[in-house]
């Protein structure tokens, strides 16, 4: 066979040359400085990835330079060929990630992004990036301006098969999952968007990476269930957190094999799926260790030729797919032959298919496309943009609840985090963490949940006493003095709640001066002379507590009365008794309640009062309510099974692999004769279940080891998260704010001396006629309910 004509080499080289200064040209006319970047790591894999997308780069005349991100390890490096393929900015390898040893490469494409904006001139010198894979064909320019793309509002295309950000996964790892956009592939966007969203894309990459509990197909949309998109999540949740809404075009970017809409010219090609056109196919990670590109004039396996493809498809837009199908490959193997050039390999033999690559129709097929500019409307198909301003603005709002240092109060957490996931919650929850020193030394909890630290209250500074329950309003107090927040309104729930839907002040009224609470009717000091030793204003006294919804200046202002006076009641043991207080034991121990109500009594804070937001599990319900949040403070049971949370206070159910609570009966077992009955005991089920599969999917996230099939204690929990939905789908629409709170984690702690001096004050206005008895404090059992 004759040898390929040099000229028809020469006239390859000599047109791929001429690209990059007709690129240049433009890009200086252009209005503003653009770069492209795309991210591989020192695999032959790549190399030849590369070389596809560099020579369609020059083809397309993308204006402005293009930067490959290499990745590489020290071994990598020292035996690493391919240096001279296109423009390099090297970083360092995140493979192997250095903290957890987690192998996973796909970071590398965040994290080298990130590596480059901090340390490459050229990011200091841009206004916009476009962000590709290795692997795609572009066809013609892609300017992020001409696109749309704004600052603050990037280009990206459609990945409609993150299907996390409908649903649970989207709720754990960002605050915004209403601004979460099943975005990738082509990303265009400006400099100063990139750098506030860069260092989230590869924290919530790391964060989605080590949450194996949630790598479920059903939950991620990977068909592998390894975690493998979780770079792909990390960008989406990234970008949700600094705010930032993309217009999704679905018709810029096609995956060879899929057929263009009618009209429609793709400018990007991106073959990262298996294609075929008649019996021939192309699948890359059959070429993940090819060092073709190495390998003089050795390319892919030619594809049908064009009138082929018109032979074996009679509709015209179903060929216009096969022909963009063979022009990715046919532009592959053009590099690859100009590139072997480039390397000094001998002329290739003369061929039909080389014949063709060289043809006027062949080059005439491959020019560069552009967008219609005159009406880029036409080409922008937008998916779901959502104005911001015009979608209800709601204030920012905060979760805060209080624990201690102990088994008892981890299992709780980890119920009441995992349900306010679920929830719908907007903004951020904080647990209110206090310690002693010494027990804080031992303590293993301290990843459950966004954790500020408090000095422990639960032996009193000054007199001894022994209570608890005087942590709640020292550490809201604490976190108030010590923590900045923007939030407007701040939600306090108990450990022991389980949440069912979303707590905001915008659903049940609250404002400055009107907090919200629900009842606790058995507060009976409200009426009786307890309200008038304890307030200036008794007939203020309000039978609250539970959920409380409050405006941030409100807090501010009431939360040292709140400690003060549960100090004071907790100091007037002359009025401990039933009658008085309604405690059935007599003991004091709800002196925080009192502390609450007659606080806000001294500042006339008036409740809205709500009976349609908790709910005790064994109580009966109120016909259609939809109730927010369990409160397990009390015994509940249905039929022979039962439960009680003090039953499991020294039991270690979090750190304990596979540990449960009995698993309570079916909902299938239940009586029908009484509706009543039936809506408690469904009820009652739901808060029991809540909790197992909370700590079932703790247990999976600690890497317990996996029992044998048959033995597992979550056999039912399993069977369970099989059909997992949002629990807050049947409580009530979920209410999506724009504007959320950011949680700043601070482990900082101080001296209480102003609570002391605090209390130094108000104990010389308890009255001088009460009685001396001195009550010890009945054990540490929370009568909280």
């Given at each position: 066979m004759a040898s390929f004509a040099p000229a028809a080499i020469v006239v390859l080289v000599v047109v791929v040359a001429v690209c990059p200064s007709s690129a240049l040209a433009e890009a200086r006319k252009a209005p503003w400085r653009m770069h492209t970047l795309f991210s591989v790591e020192c695999q032959d894999y790549f190399d030849w990835q590369t070389v596809g997308l560099m020579h369609s780069y020059r083809k397309a005349r993308q204006p402005g330079p293009i930067t490959?991100?290499?990745?590489?390890?020290?071994?990598?490096?020292?035996?690493?060929?391919?240096?001279?393929?296109?423009?390099?900015?090297?970083?360092?390898?995140?493979?192997?990630?250095?903290?957890?040893?987690?192998?996973?490469?796909?970071?590398?494409?965040?994290?080298?992004?990130?590596?480059?904006?901090?340390h490459s001139e050229d990011a200091d010198n841009v206004d916009w990036v476009v962000i590709l894979d290795a692997d795609m064909i572009i066809r013609g320019p892609i300017v992020p301006w001409e696109l749309g793309a704004e600052k603050g509002r990037p280009v990206a295309a459609y990945y409609g098969y993150l299907r996390g950000c409908d649903n649970i996964l989207s709720r754990l790892h960002t605050k915004h999952p209403e601004l979460c956009d099943k975005v990738g592939g082509l990303l265009a966007m400006h400099i100063d968007d990139l750098r506030a969203l860069a260092p989230l894309w590869l924290s919530k990459t790391e964060e989605v990476r080590e949450d194996r509990a949630h790598w479920g197909t059903n939950i991620t949309g990977d068909i592998y269930g390894k975690g493998w998109i979780s770079e792909m999540y990390g960008y989406s949740f990234g970008a949700a957190e600094v705010g930032l809404r993309h217009k999704i075009n679905d018709d810029l970017m096609l995956y060879p094999g899929y057929i263009p809409r009618v009209g429609v010219e793709p400018i990007l090609l991106h073959y990262g799926l298996p294609f075929k056109v008649g019996n021939w196919s192309f699948r890359k990670i059959r070429h993940h260790e090819d060092g073709i590109v190495y390998d003089c004039n050795r390319i892919f396996p030619p594809p049908p030729f064009?009138?082929?493809?018109?032979?074996?498809?009679?509709?015209?837009?179903?060929?216009?797919?096969?022909?963009?199908?063979?022009?990715?490959?046919?532009?592959?193997?053009?590099?690859?032959?100009?590139?072997h050039a480039s390397m000094g390999c001998p002329k290739p033999q003369w061929s039909k298919y080389l014949s063709f690559l060289k043809s006027k129709r062949f080059s005439e097929l491959t020019k560069p496309k552009y967008l219609n500019r005159k009406k880029p409307s036409s080409q922008i198909s937008e998916h779901r943009i959502i104005s911001i301003e015009s979608r209800n603005v709601y204030p920012k709002i905060h979760t805060l609840f209080s624990t201690e240092c102990s088994s008892y109060f981890d299992w709780q957490t980890v119920g009441l985090v995992h349900s306010f996931h679920l929830s719908g919650q907007p903004g951020n929850i904080t647990r209110l963490l206090s310690c002693t020193d010494e027990v804080l030394k031992q303590y293993k909890g301290h990843n459950l949940a966004p954790t500020h630290y408090v000095p422990s209250m639960s032996q009193h500074p000054l007199t001894g006493d022994w209570y608890p329950a005087i942590n709640k309003p020292a550490s809201v107090l604490h976190w108030l003095n010590h923590v900045e927040t923007d939030a407007?309104?701040?939600?306090?729930?108990?450990?022991?709640?389980?949440?069912?839907?979303?707590?905001?002040?915008?659903?049940?009224?609250?404002?400055?001066?009107?907090?919200?609470?629900?009842?606790?009717?058995?507060?009976?000091?409200?009426?009786?002379?307890?309200?008038?030793?304890?307030?200036?204003?008794p007939s203020a006294c309000e039978k609250v507590g539970g959920v409380i919804i409050m405006h941030i200046d409100d807090l501010r202002k009431f939360a040292l009365l709140w400690l003060h006076k549960t100090e004071e009641v907790r100091s007037d043991k002359a009025h401990y008794a039933t009658n008085f207080t309604g405690d059935i034991y007599?003991?004091?121990?709800?002196?925080?309640?009192?502390?609450?109500?007659?606080?806000?009594?001294?500042?006339?804070?008036?409740?809205?009062?709500?009976?349609?937001?908790?709910?005790?599990?064994?109580y009966v319900p109120e016909p259609g309510v939809k109730y927010k949040v369990f409160?397990?403070?009390?015994?509940?049971?249905?039929?022979?099974?039962?439960?009680?949370?003090?039953?499991?206070?020294?039991?270690?159910?979090?750190?304990?692999?596979?540990?449960?609570?009995?698993?309570?009966?079916?909902?299938?077992?239940l009586s029908t004769s009484d509706e009543n009955i039936l809506e408690r005991d469904i009820l009652s089920i739901e808060c029991g279940k809540a909790l197992n599969t909370a700590l079932y999917l703790h247990h999976q996230s600690r890497k317990c080891p996996i029992p044998s099939e048959g033995n597992s204690n979550f056999s039912v929990v399993e069977d369970e998260l099989k059909h997992v939905t949002n629990p807050a789908a049947n409580v009530i629409s979920i209410h999506a704010s724009s504007r959320m709170g950011m949680s700043p984690w601070i482990r900082m702690v101080a001296l209480w001396a102003f609570s002391v001096l605090g209390f130094l004050v108000v104990i010389s206005m308890v009255l001088s006629n009460r009685k001396g008895e001195n009550l010890k404090a009945k054990g540490s059992r929370s009568k909280n309910v």
């Open positions: 490959r991100l290499l990745s590489c390890t020290d071994e990598q490096r020292r035996r690493y060929r391919g240096m001279g393929l296109a423009p390099t900015f090297e970083v360092p390898s995140m493979s192997r990630h250095p903290r957890t040893g987690d192998w996973y490469p796909a970071i590398n494409k965040p994290a080298g992004v990130l590596h480059w904006l901090e064009p009138r082929e493809v018109e032979m074996m498809e009679a509709d015209l837009n179903k060929r216009r797919g096969l022909f963009l199908s063979i022009e990715c490959i046919n532009t592959l193997n053009e590099g690859l032959l100009l590139h407007e309104f701040i939600v306090i729930l108990d450990a022991d709640m389980i949440m069912r839907g979303p707590i905001t002040p915008w659903e049940y009224g609250a404002q400055r001066g009107r907090p919200v609470s629900t009842p606790y009717e058995y507060l009976i000091g409200c009426d009786n002379e307890l309200a008038k030793i304890h307030t200036r204003n007599g003991s004091g121990w709800i002196s925080e309640m009192y502390g609450y109500s007659f606080g806000a009594a001294e500042l006339n804070l008036r409740h809205i009062i709500r009976r349609d937001i908790l709910i005790y599990p064994g409160h397990y403070g009390l015994r509940f049971g249905v039929g022979n099974w039962s439960f009680d949370k003090a039953d499991w206070g020294n039991v270690d159910m979090v750190n304990t692999c596979w540990a449960k609570f009995p698993e309570p009966p079916d909902r299938s077992s």
